[in-house]
């Protein structure tokens, strides 16, 4: 059984913390990434929204995901992180509530990508990016580092696209 099978089905709540899950997004490619407002990772949401902008009509739909588990460095309320996304990045890619990523606490949508056999493995950091094919398999993953402009995450990208 992979291990992203019930992605979809996975609870989650938005940043304006309604219910919701990924099923709107079933047939898409996902690209998922644990977020952080305080992070010396945070100028990737301006890449985010690049990459959101260019390849969402094609398909592709970025998810972010704040967390707090890295050195408190996304202390804010889900109305502060969505109002300073907007004013700062100009995001407007699906942003959802905060979420544990790691410990015991972990959110189940996050448990799915990290036991994942092939691109699994524990997150380090903020801004770790996990890409899911339309049929909601993890089909890469990229370290908290690896810019979301990044000529390798492109590629992965168009190539789920195509």
Known sequence: MPATQD?????????ADEPTSLAAHSGKV???????SECGFTSHYEGLQELHERFHERGLVVCGFPSNDFGGQEPGAEAEIQQFC?????????????????GAEMHPLFRLLVDHPKHGGKLKWNFSKFLIDRQGEV?????????????RVVKAVENLLC
């Open 7 to 15: 992605i979809y089905q996975v609870e989650l709540r938005d940043i």
């Open 30 to 36: 996902l690209l998922l990434v644990n977020v952080a």
């Open 86 to 102: 907007k004013l700062n990045f100009g995001v407007t890619f699906p942003m959802f509530a905060k979420v544990r990523v790691r």
């Open 139 to 151: 089909a890469n993953r990229f370290a908290p580092f690896t810019k979301p402009t990044a000529r």
